[in-house]
């Protein structure tokens, strides 16, 4: 049993007390700082009736998010998904309204609509910025009665639904060019969450690794994969477009064809492991290994191989210095004198005000 006081480390950046861990969060796997914060969000709106409009890059994990919130919310009704953009349009309305018998050519029997299967429960309206204009006032008028007129019926029903909407897309600018309405923008706008890519997301990358890595050896019934060094710099320095459901399917696939359980930079994807500062990795895989037969430039490579570390520290730490100090365990004038020298500053501190 945890005590209620008991703080729980979500790696080195933040904290969420035992209250707030609900085994919801244990699916969404992370250190980063910026998602701690969305954490905290998610841990509040659950337990209000908000609506919420998760934005992030495709692969992101707002699917996983908006399931969160659900399952924290502890409400009786389903989580019920609809992919605005994958059903097309003209069975879109039917889909979330539901239909009477006869209402159109074919509708045999009625049928419930996804938001009377929500009551009490979830929506979650996916692909939002796919939603044509003529069902958007409908979503509208939904929004504010709260009530469900299937099609080709006349009675309507009360409905309480949490919508949780959903979009890689800029509704703003879909606002601009008159492609969504603004007015139902400020009303799914209510608790925006906004994921940061797997890029903006470094820190994250060994954990998910090492949690993927467990996943599919239980699935594939082999060992872990255990990454080098070299193959995790080197994942770190990629820009993984398909964000955190390319990192999965990549260790899937590592996990079903690589022999060995150790996998090196060598052994990534050529487009993966071409986008990195290769000498360097290679070098440092080298060396720790065995120093080459002809040897190695070894101001240069320590360099680098401080360079490495002080950057890993500023951005696990979002650039505190205080912070990335203490994780390296140098002093901070050292720390600062190393970034000057080195020309590494690339992100100011908000702190630097205060103490320089
Ligand atoms: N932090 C995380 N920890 C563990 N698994 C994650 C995390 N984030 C995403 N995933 C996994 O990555 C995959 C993609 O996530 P999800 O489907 O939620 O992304 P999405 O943002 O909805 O993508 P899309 O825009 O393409 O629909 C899923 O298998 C999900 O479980
Ligand atoms: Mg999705």
């Known amino acids: 049993m945890l005590q209620a006081n008991e703080i729980l480390n979500y790696g ?90 006869g209402a159109f050519t074919g509708a045999a029997n009625s049928k419930l609509g ?11 309206l996916d692909e939002i910025g796919d939603m044509p204009l003529q069902l958007q006032v409908k979503l509208l008028r939904f929004l504010q009665e709260k009530t469900v007129e299937p099609v080709g019926g006349v009675k309507s029903k009360t409905v309480s639904v949490r919508i949780i909407a959903a979009t890689n897309k800029d509704l703003k600018e879909l606002v601009k060019i008159g492609k969504f309405r603004e007015d139902l923008y400020y009303r799914l706008n ?27 050896a239980k699935e594939y019934s082999r060992r872990p994969l255990v990454f080098s060094p070299d ?14 459901r390319e990192l999965g399917s990549l260790i899937e696939n590592l996990s079903i064809l690589t022999d060995s359980d150790a996998v090196y930079a060598n052994d990534l994807p050529e487009h993966i492991n071409s986008t990195t500062p290769r000498s360097l990795s290679s070098q440092i895989e080298c060396v720790m290994t065995k120093l080459p037969d002809n040897g190695v430039d070894f101001n240069d490579l320590v360099d680098s191989f401080e360079n490495n570390l002080i950057i890993q520290a500023l951005e696990r730490t979002s650039w505190n210095k205080k912070a990335a100090a203490k994780l390296l365990n140098l002093n901070r004038t050292t720390l600062v004198e190393k970034i000057k020298k080195k020309g590494l500053e690339v992100k100011k501190d908000p702190e630097d005000e205060l103490l320089n």
């Open 231 to 244: 193959a995790l710099w080197v994942m770190r320095y990629y820009s993984w477009p398909g964000n955190i």
């Open 114 to 124: 996804r938001f009377v299967l929500a009551d009490n429960g979830t929506i979650f």
């Open 12 to 101: 080195s950046n933040f904290n969420l007390h035992a209250d707030d861990r609900h085994p919801a969060f244990k699916k969404i796997i992370t250190r980063n700082p910026r998602m701690g914060q969305i954490f905290k969000i998610i841990g509040k709106v659950a337990v209000s009736n908000g609506t919420v409009l998760v934005t992030g890059e495709s692969g992101t994990g707002k699917e996983l998010i908006a399931q969160a919130i659900h399952e924290i919310s502890g409400v009786p009704g389903a989580f019920v998904p609809v992919n605005c953009g994958a059903i097309p349009e003209n069975l879109l309305e039917s889909e979330l309204f539901g239909y009477e018998k």
């Open 190 to 216: 209510v608790v925006p969450i906004d994921l940061p890519n797997l890029k903006e997301r470094q820190d994250d990358i060994e954990v998910l690794v090492q949690y993927f890595s467990e996943k599919f």
